[in-house]
């Protein structure tokens, strides 16, 4: 079978570099590698002709303006493969990524996608306070219930052809698919070879438009409403018993008690992370977690209610 790696870019000029890099050592060549540029400002189409050149057949398309989703489709749309895969600039993949996804479609015709994790690869303390908080170790995931991110999957064309990735959502694009797949019984599968690394967020603020941008496309679909649901109620009630029963201190152990048990996660995994950093890099880590959180939680709240509201008024992007 042929295979196609297909990706959308946009002003990814520091990244590109290394998942080229990463391209020329897979065990698997693609026979061809489709990318889509939605209007990079920077270097990044002469980086990418310069770099991907040679490592199999290269095609750009040019595509300003385009979201992701729009991306994506036209790069599989004039890509030649029978199988797809979908990866994103700024992750990390292992030498045998490529070889894990094709390996698992043409070993079991009944699987319709393979996936693999994004793990955390910090470079910085905020980066590693950040991924403790956002991404879970892969012992920590079920495969089932895992929102499955289009930054390592593969599947056949017929598939995407069934399901294109929808242009009317911004963000959370691929979300959506992996919530109509796993409602329409299709077969999701994990290789671990297939997992690859992201390096988190290096600011506070790049993190916050993030974390808003995935929300708000959550509430444009109308997409992990009980979820939302459940963090505005958290907020609310804690700060509610907090207000009413001022300085009482049963009522401040009851929420840091509480506090606490929502934070058990984050701390569990940053002290899995900081092992062979400075004693001192290590506790400011941990120091920011709460900071980390907060900020996050209130990106998803702002950001999702701008999604709904969009969604509500019909000022997303047409159906």
Known sequence: MR???????????????????DFRAQTLIPDEIVVTDGGSTDDTPRILAQQLQGISTLKLIDL?????????NRAISESTGDLIAIVDAGLRLKPGWLESLVRELENNPAT??????????PATVFETALGAVTIPDAAEIDPERYAVSAGSMAFRR?????????EWLDYGEDMYLDLR?????RIL???SGADVGFRPRSTMGSFFRQYFNYARGDGQGRMWLNR???????????????????????????????GFFYMRRPYRRVMARIADIPVASALLAMLLLPAVR???DVAKMLGFLAGLRESLTGRQRAR
């Open 3 to 21: 295979v196609s790696v297909c990706m959308t870019v946009k002003n990814e000029a520091g990244s590109v570099g290394d998942l080229a890099r």
């Open 228 to 258: 939302h649901l459940m963090r505005f109620l958290a907020y609310l009630g804690g700060g509610t018993l907090l207000v009413a029963a001022g300085g009482n201190p049963l009522a401040i152990a009851l929420a840091a008690g509480g």
């Open 158 to 166: 017929e598939l995407c052809e069934l399901y294109p990735f929808p």
């Open 294 to 296: 907060a900020a996050g």
């Open 112 to 121: 319709d996608v393979v996936f693999g994790y994004i793990l955390a690869r």
């Open 64 to 72: 300003p303006g385009s979201n992701i989703s729009a991306g994506r």
């Open 189 to 191: 599968v994990h290789s």
């Open 181 to 185: 797949w796993r409602a329409d019984g």
